[in-house]
């Protein structure tokens, strides 16, 4: 059974740093891509940043581009969001899921979220 438990979210002032953690168990992990969502109340889930499985390739939203880095350790079965230079805009619950970029917002895979509020 997939198990996903997110953890790191905050109140942070704009321009604030955070990291955001993903523990994995349940299935193969360092055979799975790996991605970060996000989302705010009364909007879809909106795909943040994703994560190979063996290659490690990475690929990131316009709207984060620059200021997020997504890695992850296989040995720990988990997958980390480090977050900069925050933005008021980036206030939202985040969740990782289990796969890469096509399926991150449709998938059930998904952990129960971790705030992360940008505010001053």
């Known amino acids: 059974q997939v198990q996903l438990v997110e953890s790191g979210g905050d109140l942070v002032q704009p321009g604030g740093s955070l990291r955001l953690s993903c523990a994995a168990s349940g299935f193969g992990f360092s055979r799975s891509a790996m991605s970060w969502v996000r989302q705010v109340p009364g909007k879809g889930l909106e795909w943040v940043s994703s994560?190979?499985?063996?290659?490690?390739?990475?690929l990131y939203a316009n709207s984060v581009k620059g200021r997020f880095t997504i890695s992850r350790d296989n040995a720990r079965t988990t997958v980390y969001l480090e977050m900069n230079s925050l933005k008021p805009e980036d206030t939202a619950m985040y969740y990782c899921?289990?796969?890469?970029?096509?399926?991150?917002?449709?998938?059930?895979?998904r952990g129960p979220g971790t705030q992360v509020t940008v505010s001053s």
């Open positions: 994560i190979g499985a063996f290659t490690t390739d990475t």
């Open positions: 899921t289990k796969g890469g970029m096509p399926t991150a917002t449709s998938t059930t895979d």
